[in-house]
């Protein structure tokens, strides 16, 4: 059943594929896995989804995270053939007629295995859940203090070694979100802020 179905909007399951595949598709083009790659975003539509997080919508996935995940699971795996662009050619070696004639580009074939692509998607929705469960949960204490600012009515009180401690520590942690970073997912600092515009 390859209809759009209707999703209700801001679904937290839903912007978690959503920005699930917008990770996986960093990664491919990451690898220059062009194939996978073009498959991936032509997969029930999802065109729209770019491996940068430039597309921020909360409610960008057309079908329900259980349905995708269900049919991109069940879809069966398909060989491709892929075509290489030919080497370029010097001016010099342009004038040698064996070279010219020999040049072409060549030829492999690729095996689209979307059970695989569904056992890798599941892998980084779950780093993802657990960057957001942590951010989730300092929105929610940030919230919570502020609450409690308001109705204490009080002049905040001096901050403790702890709480500096804790504030310096936090301030020297390295944010994921570019390449060569290894300390997170590389689309964090984007995904921070959908979390906090979704909360």
Do not use: C
């Not at 892998?123 to 409690?148: C, Q, T």
Request: aromatic fraction near 10%; charged fraction near 25%.
């Amino acid at each position: 059943n390859n209809q759009h179905k209707s999703t209700p909007s801001h679904n937290i399951g839903n912007l978690l594929l959503q920005r699930t595949i917008q990770t996986q598709l960093y990664y491919l083009a990451d690898l220059r896995d062009e194939p996978t790659y073009a498959w991936l975003r032509s997969f029930l539509d999802q065109n729209h989804l770019d491996d940068r997080g430039r597309f921020n919508e909360l409610d960008g996935i057309h079908y329900s995270w259980h349905d995708y995940l269900h049919q991109l699971q069940n879809a069966p795996p398909f060989t491709i053939t892929v075509q290489l662009a030919p080497p370029r050619l010097s001016a010099q070696q342009k004038r040698n007629p064996y070279l010219a004639q020999q040049v072409s580009g060549k030829s492999y074939e690729e095996t689209i295995n979307p059970a695989q692509i569904y056992q890798t998607i599941k892998a980084v929705a779950r780093s993802l859940e657990k960057e957001w469960a942590d951010d989730l949960a300092s929105l929610a204490a940030s919230d919570r203090e502020r609450v409690r600012l308001y109705f204490d009515r009080e002049v905040p009180r001096l901050q403790t070694q702890e709480y500096r401690e804790r504030e310096y520590y936090l301030k020297m942690q390295v944010v994921a979100g570019g390449e060569g970073d290894d300390q997170g997912t590389p689309l964090y600092k984007l995904n921070a802020r959908l979390v906090a515009r979704f909360a």
